[in-house]
């Protein structure tokens, strides 16, 4: 280890889901684990007409939770919206999209039912309220995060969790990308006076200025390391992570091997930009 002293980011306070606001409800999956905390969140978004951002993984248990929930209270869905396509956020959105016959919008088209994708900057009409679409490449190439202005919450997908710190999944996400977003999404929460984070794993937070500064604390320390530890000749991913993640549960190694994959091509210059469309060289 270099000396660094990393910083603590998210919440450990414990975390079942629920009504959060009275437009955001968390329904959370049943599929914990190192890699998605709790589990993953799917949100439900609007108080009449709604859209169900992230229905998770394939389980028919926690799809009929989420239809046996809108039933419950009459809501009527208007579409399903993914934040990014890895499994535990996607891979039950086509079936829980054809059963409530709606489409599914996102910004990978390889995730969408219907004709509407998702784009950088695109308004969402949610009943009587609008949701801001927010291109954020890192975690994934197609990560996207939402703003609800009316409500000032900032929902995250993977960009941001709920505890601890996300990953990099290298080769799709990039650290240039992530720092970047993390950056954008840090500007907006003071432009716009957001007031909370619904993430796509954990609780909410609900000091995001600080969560995000965090967040990009963490990442530069994180890179300073393994800057050091390849300055002294270490140059295997493997091997940095034991060094530079020791101090994490070797559960999560795989992980960190992922995000050490992502800050040594940062550092040698050889990152594909995601940003807005198909990856070009970063530098």
């Known amino acids: 280890m270099s000396g660094h ?30 890699w998605t905390l709790d589990g993953t969140n799917t949100w439900i978004l609007g108080d009449r007409d709604v859209v169900v951002v992230d229905p998770g993984p394939g389980d028919p248990v926690h799809l009929q939770a989420i239809r046996d929930h809108l039933e ?25 999209a054809e059963s409530a016959r709606v489409g599914v919008r996102a910004f990978d088209p390889g995730h969408r039912l219907g004709d509407e994708g998702l784009v950088d900057g695109d ?6 309220h609008d ?38 999944a290298w080769p799709d996400g990039t650290l240039g990308d992530y720092l970047d977003s993390l950056q954008r999404l840090r500007a907006l929460v003071d432009a716009a006076g957001l007031s ?16 995000l500064d965090a967040y990009l604390d963490h990442r530069r320390a994180r890179l300073a390391e393994v800057e050091d530890v390849v300055a002294s000749g270490v140059s295997d991913a493997s091997e940095i992570v034991a060094i530079v993640y020791a101090d994490v549960p070797r559960e999560v190694w795989p992980a960190a091997e992922l995000t050490v994959r992502a ?15 198909p990856g070009v060289p970063r530098r």
């Open 5 to 34: 002293v990393l910083p603590l980011a998210g919440s450990g306070d414990a975390w079942a889901g629920g009504a959060v606001t009275s437009v955001a409800t968390c329904l959370l999956a049943p599929n914990p684990s190192p």
């Open 72 to 96: 419950s209270r009459d809501l009527r869905v208007c579409g399903v919206v993914l934040t990014h396509g890895h499994l535990d956020h996607s891979e039950g959105a086509r079936e829980f």
């Open 123 to 128: 308004l969402l009409t949610v009943g009587e």
């Open 131 to 168: 949701v801001r679409v927010i291109a954020t490449p890192g975690h994934s190439r197609d990560s996207v995060s939402l703003v609800l202005p009316h409500d000032g919450s900032l929902l995250t997908g993977d960009t941001v969790l709920g505890r601890g710190t996300s990953l990099v």
């Open 196 to 211: 909370r984070i619904l993430p796509g794993h954990g609780p909410v937070l609900s000091n995001p200025a600080a969560v």
């Open 263 to 277: 800050q040594l091509a940062y550092l040698q210059g050889g990152e594909i930009s995601g940003r807005g469309g």
